[in-house]
């Protein structure tokens, strides 16, 4: 296996003061993914299926804002994939995901760099692309673009998943903003005031989730033939869309 990471130089890692606050936010992260409030465990259980009884056959992955790599290095054991390409802005990030993805037998490439620009002209055809809890930072034009993007460079039996926070038709953002801090407030219990206030501020600053509809329409504007919603989360916040040429 060749496990490389690939950095730039302009992110200072040796800075204390931003490791230190990687350190604190990662952590809370990642408490919250292990208690599974994002509903991960239903959506990677789902990527396996898609892997195993849908595609079927060896296949490269691009894990676009891959983040530590936990979920994806567990579902990917055991498949037909041949190669990995994790991207992540986040250097320490990146520098989990070596560990985690060290059970892997195939080749593993990690970037440091923005997803958003992580697919271009003259990158090798797409197999599989999957996405989980990032798509919505963007805008939705810069959405549109980055499938767009995906979608001219796929192989026609390729495929594009996305997990992602997700509104109900007809639900404006500060409704789903709500809806989503209730949901938390009663669920989340494992953590403290401040953790809890630290993740809904983060929500309710930088989340820009699409309506169901809008997911959809999307994926036909980028050229997307078929698409369809395989999971929702138990508490509907979250929705897995898989998208194909």
Known sequence: MTNALHAAPVV?????????????????????????????DGA??????????????????????????????????????TSYRGVDL?????????V?????????????????????????????????????????PAKQQLMR???????????????????DDGEGRPAYMDRFEATARRDWTALSADEFNEAISHVRTCDLPETVSDWAMLGLKAGFTRIEELYRSPDDLFRLINYRP
């Open 149 to 167: 993007e995906i979608r001219e460079g796929m192989n026609a039996d390729g495929a594009f998943l996305i997990y992602e926070p997700t509104r």
């Open 44 to 81: 990677y259980a789902t990527l396996r299926h898609v892997l195993d009884e849908e595609i079927a056959r060896p296949f490269r992955l691009l894990d676009l804002a891959c983040g530590d790599a936990g979920g994806i290095s567990k579902t990917l054991v055991g498949t037909q994939v």
């Open 100 to 140: 985690n993805l060290r059970a892997l037998t195939c080749q593993v490439t990690l970037e440091q760099g923005d997803f958003a620009e992580a697919v271009g002209p003259g990158a090798a055809p797409l197999d599989v692309i999957w996405i989980s809890l990032s798509l919505h930072h963007l805008e939705t």
């Open 12 to 40: 200072d890692v040796a800075d204390q003061n931003a490791m230190d606050m990687f350190a604190r936010q990662w952590q809370l992260y990642r408490k919250i993914l292990d208690h599974d409030y994002l509903g991960n």
């Open 90 to 98: 986040s250097v320490p990030a990146l520098k989990f995901a070596q």
